[in-house]
């Protein structure tokens, strides 16, 4: 009535495919890991950190964002200075007495639309750093990239970012201001007898962007005018060497947020395969010898159940 050797064989069988089928999901999926029963703390700890994983691929792609723009501004800050440079020397030159200022002046002249033509194609994804208006409702002069994603043990996440002050980079700015620091370098106004940036930007001196020598002689005073606006333009090409030197900083540091980023999400995609990720070489081993016991378990299935068909050899006649 019971064949305790059949019943052992198939439980073994059994419980020989069952392990088989666990085996074969974990090649075929490569995970050791692939379902929440499968072990729920490693499944909970490894979708989040692929949660995590994927928002720091969104931040590396703002950080790509940033240092373009970052980029943009300056070359826009880099080719304005070249042309600045230009501007000084023209003046220099025309401090020498018998030059005629009237065509100097038409070269500058033409420097100064390249300044502003320069500043307002400094844009980039329709942002842009160098020509503002400081007026304008949504203006904010501190620019911010993200830079981070961090969870904190308790399951709190914090976005960093890294901060840029463009006050110091405006090279225009639209609004009518009359704070020094709501000007940009070169529209803001520098005294016509120092060259010193003017701290009432209400009125007064002159610009860079708009200065004119044509109407200048050769008299004392006119002399000591040209001399202070050669002071004024060495004063905003100062101001304009600092703002890129910021900007390089900014894309520096941007620049080691992108490696430290990559970096830190090829370490947590190994951390979560060190969790569920399979071990193929071993899964394939264990693969062969489960194959060999299902084989097995099968015979051994068949021959207790051919000792239990050599009863009926004794109801033969």
Known sequence: ???????????????????????????????????????????????????????????????????????????????????????????????????????????????????????????????NWLSVDSSSPGYNSTKTVVSSFTRATDGSITIGTISIDTVSINLFDAAADAAASGTGILDARYDAATGALLADQSAGGFTVAALDISALTNNATDLTTLESYIK??????????TAASNLGAAKKRISLQQDFVTSLMDAIERGVGQLVDADMNRESTRLQALQVQQQLGIQSLTIANANAQGVLSLFKG
């Open 1 to 127: 009535m019971t064949n305790a050797s059949a019943m052992t064989a198939l439980k073994t069988l059994s419980a020989t495919n069952k392990a088989l089928q666990v085996t074969q999901a974990r090649i075929s999926t490569g995970y050791r890991v692939a379902e929440a029963s499968d072990n729920a703390a490693y499944w909970s700890i490894a979708t989040t950190m692929r949660s995590d994983n994927k928002a720091l691929s969104t931040v590396q792609d703002a950080l790509g964002l940033g240092a373009a723009k970052v980029d943009t501004a300056y070359t826009g800050v880099k080719s304005a200075i070249e042309v600045v440079d230009e501007i000084k020397a023209k003046l220099v030159a025309a401090r020498e007495t018998g030059v005629d200022r009237t065509k100097i002046q038409s070269e500058i002249t033409q420097l100064q639309g390249q300044l502003i033509n320069n500043s307002a194609n400094a844009s980039f994804s329709g942002e």
């Open 232 to 241: 004024g333009v060495d004063h905003a090409l100062s101001r304009m060497t």
